[in-house]
């Protein structure tokens, strides 16, 4: 057996009692620090990052309001970090809550072979949601991919069952929408069979939308390969963009031309189920299958592993890999110290797509169990269950079987038929210890004719008979992009159309355009109006919230006073607790719980409004209402808890608060109900504080409130004002106007640093502290904050200027009104105006960055950009993009050298989505340096080669696609000037061929220069009417973002309007055809006397 266990990470004995519990067949599980090599993350920016326009995982990658890292160390320390080590038999793992919640480790003991990735090394890349993101093990991706607490600690609790088994729980508060996800990974003394236990709780009064995916890491290989059931004839991309077949590829995917890559030394090289066959970033997604199970397998370790999930709610079976070529290999350096490349076998429940979202409803809890084991001998599985695999080739006149099972099965009664013939083996199997033999296969007999079963006594373990390779289902259809909502025929369209951009968090088309073009159809649409005004109240605008609701309830109560459909009464209901309107809440809360699909958040609210109003016997009656409905919601049963104590019903409440504890440990209202200590997490503190009040615990929310503004800062931000600001205004409803004084005077005191406020309770708070004190900057800076995530950019803007004075030294302040300058007004001179101001008083290196990227929106010369840089360079070049930026600005004023050595003065990281930034300045610099050498032909070959080649150091490699015609050309000049006219000419031709096969820009400009180097003017020809060919698309079509964008980096700060920017691209595209055609023209004038061969470097 080829043994993996090369690992410089070496994990600790287990300590004598849990070795007497292994020794004895049973699951061993203790926490013991683990000692990794870290590559910590820089503190996050303390600006905060208003990314409405991300494109992430083709969904909406706003990060606010987590703080956003971007930058990683360059060097590991050792890092002790928390971990959970489980254990037994057959299998070992280590979990690292400190992360949130992974799996690190996944080690079959049988074999000697890690069937998860074993990291060495934490060596975060900057490909999160919020930063930092390893690679390695299982990461448990939810409620968004990649998680967004992926880098973030998670509370966690060990559970042994009767039978042996032992669960360990973590839980946490996603940073977003403030939903609770629980996940318990489960050892049984028994099996090798891993199980994750999902726990998700929508703790929120409005419905959710989530998705989860786990997300394995496998190392891999040439020799690597990933299964999905063999009924999978398509795969397809993120958002069903694309569809391929599967597993050879029949057209181009992700640009590569699979089919014409198979030759006669390659008939396979169109397989994309192997990682070698694979040479570009590639994600595939299964459409549709019969089955639940798929994995990988490493053919030269001979061992591997499968997962198992109910496909009717867990469709999900995706592979990723960054390509097995230099793109991805440069990617693989900056995620390990020398674990080698991976593929990330995915597998998703309600989901299975990215993006694809489902709902969870308020209060609503969905439980559901994956599942793991690890595989040996049997190759890729053909069939799988929780109990065993089996593998069936037919190959040569025999038919090869294999059979691996998660559990000891003695005397296992394995029966295969082939054809006519059916023999029986017993034989003994274990984890570890597969059944693996072959069978004569008579002639004539296909595979659909083979069949094996294997039985543990009579219950059945597996069944597999081969499928036929044809099964007639037609190809899927690719997804296209919605029209534009006056294109729509119909307002049942425009509706479903918007659901579907919320639902799917689509990062550059809004919902709202749909809806209202509805309205604009038929003012009364109930179904529109009542999406608006949940819009509406996810702003805070209560009032314009208020309108949508009633306009809704006014239609579907026309003819009918009770509705079929109770969503509008209950959202009226929510917006008008809010306004305080406590009795109209209560009545709309009342008329939604007729529908019985919203009877349980309208009773929770219900009970909430009875107990904050001490109607404690109505508030229980209400809370059992809810729970009859058959949602097991914490927070019903918590508040539960409450009433019945204040009813002085103590043995109830003691056995519902048993109750939650054995459910549902990890619940911080329950741990503050058991009065056990509380995380050192501030945002879950305030969500606890606000649960609290709710029930009419205003002293417990307090004390809560004034916890939360004493804990330190976390990876989700700080919070002291605003858990003061939200005291206050809990004060002040009790009539302490003195004491809420007091803490509005403390929140204006209190570290402002990553306070970013989010949620309706926060802004609340924040308006009544402007209410209240209207000469409260703090405030106001808050809620501009607030505002401007929100869409509301005016009102941002009109906050932050309140909250300005001539003396301002908030460099936070100063920036968000400078942005907001920008996008609202428009106004790019005022803006950098208060640019200027910030960084007077900040010395934070990102405000020169944004500074600077405004400049060249404002079309400032590279020349006054420099100057304006330079004086700071040194403290500036710290980030990656300022120190690109001065390079680039350094080659544009004629200091190519000086670029050269800045691009090489340090190590780089990309960021996934924003590769090439660095490895184009840095061909661009040499390409300029190359030039000022004149003639020195080999000096600048030498300059030139080395950018094809791209130092490490760069921190990333050119993609496959990419051209470099340009480099190309100029090396083919070289080399003639040189004499070498061979290499001049394969240069020239390799120049041409790129520009070819790459997406048309300037660049391919230099193809055609190439071509006709060679004296290839057709290929010249085509090239340059390609070119001509956009300029007048990019002219005459509409202007508008790509629908199915993956990554649109030169939005991310400023916006940019489609139109012009195409005008731009098409005028700076038809400069270099202008320029071009002189070229070409002179050359043709001047005739062969002036041969390539004497061509500068740089032309």
Known sequence: MHSTSTSSLRLPEPPADEQV?????????????????????????????????????????RVYPLPFTERIAAEPRDRDWRAVHLENRWIRLVLLPELGGRIHIGYDKTADYDFFYRNNVIKPALVGLAGPWVSGGVEFNWPQHHRPATFLPMESWIEHEPDGAVTVWMSDHDPFARMRGTHGIRLRPDSS??????????????????????????????????????????????????????????????????????????????????????????????????????????????????????????????????????????????????????????????????PDFSYLAPGEVKTFSQFWFPITGIGAAHQATRDAAVSVRLEEGHVHIGVAVTSDVPRARVRVTVGADTEERVVDLGPGRPWIDSVPCPHGVDATRIEVVVHDGDRELIRWRPRSDDDGAPEPAVATEPPLPADIASADELYLTGVHLAQYRHPTRHPEPYWEEALRRDPGDARSNTALGASAYARGEYDVAAGYLREAIERLTFRNPNPADGEAHYRLGLVETRRGHDAGAYDAFAKAAWDVRWAHPASVQMGLLDARAGRDLAALGRLDDALRHGLDDPLARNVRVIVLRRLGRESEADAELATLEQSDRLDVFTAYLARRALPDDGLMLLDLAGDLARAGQRDDALAVLAAAAGASATGTGGIAPVA?????????????????????????????????????????????????????????????????????????????????????????????????TAEVEGDLDAAAALYDRAVEVSDDPRLWFELDQLAQRRGISAAARLARLEPYRDRLIVRDDLLVTVADLLTTTGRAAEALDLLLSRPLQPWEGGEGVAIRAFARASIARAGELGHDAARAAALLERALDTPRSLGEAWHLLDSRAALWLRLGHCRASL????????????????????????????????ACARGDEEAAADLRSRVAARVSELRSAPARVDYFATSLPETLLFSLDPAEAARRRADELAAALARYDEEHAAARAAGPATGSAKRPVNA
């Open 724 to 820: 003061e600001y939200e005291r206050a205004r809990l004060l002040d409803e009790a009539g302490e106007t003195d004491a809420a004084a007091d803490a509005r005077h403390r929140a204006r005191r209190a570290p402002a640093d990553w306070v970013f406020p989010a949620g309706l309770d926060a802004h609340d708070a924040l308006e009544a502290a402007v209410a209240a004190d209207p000469a409260d900057a703090r405030a106001r800076a808050l809620l501009g904050m607030w505002l401007y995530d929100r869409g509301r950019r005016t009102d941002a803007l009109v906050q932050w200027r309140a909250a300005l004075d001539d003396a301002t030294r908030d460099g936070v302040l100063l920036r968000n009104a400078a942005l907001a």
């Open 21 to 61: 519990t292994l020794d004895d067949g049973g699951v061993a599980v203790w926490e013991q620090p683990l000692t990794i090599p870290t590559y910590e993350p820089a503190p996050p920016e303390k600006l905060p990052m208003f990314f409405d326009r991300r494109v992430y995982q083709g969904s909406s990658g």
């Open 979 to 1010: 004499g070498d006219a061979a290499a001049a000419d394969d240069a020239w031709r390799t120049a041409a061929t790129e520009a070819a096969t790459a997406e048309i820009d300037a660049e391919s400009l230099d193809g055609a220069r190439a």
């Open 193 to 354: 069979l891993i199980e994750l236990r999902a726990r998700l709780h929508n703790r929120t009064e409005v419905p959710q939308t989530f998705l989860w995916w786990a997300n394995v890491a496998a190392r891999a290989h040439e020799d690597y390969q990933s299964f999905f059931p063999t009924d999978v004839r398509y795969v397809a991309d993120h958002a069903r963009r694309a569809i391929t077949a599967f597993p050879r590829a029949d057209r181009p995917y992700y640009g590569v031309d699979y089919p014409a890559r198979v030759d006669a030394a390659h008939p396979d090289a169109d397989r994309i189920d192997y990682y070698g066959n694979i040479p570009v970033p590639t994600s595939y997604m299964v459409v549709e299958t019969r089955d639940d199970f798929f994995g990988g397998y490493d053919h030269a370790a001979g061992a591997g592993f499968v997962h198992w999930a109910d496909r009717r709610i867990a469709p999900g079976k995706k592979q990723w890999t960054w390509g097995n070529a230099p793109f991805g290999h440069a990617w693989d350096d900056q995620l390990t110290d020398g674990d080698g490349p991976y593929v990330e076998l995915m597998a998703g429940v309600y989901t299975d797509n990215q």
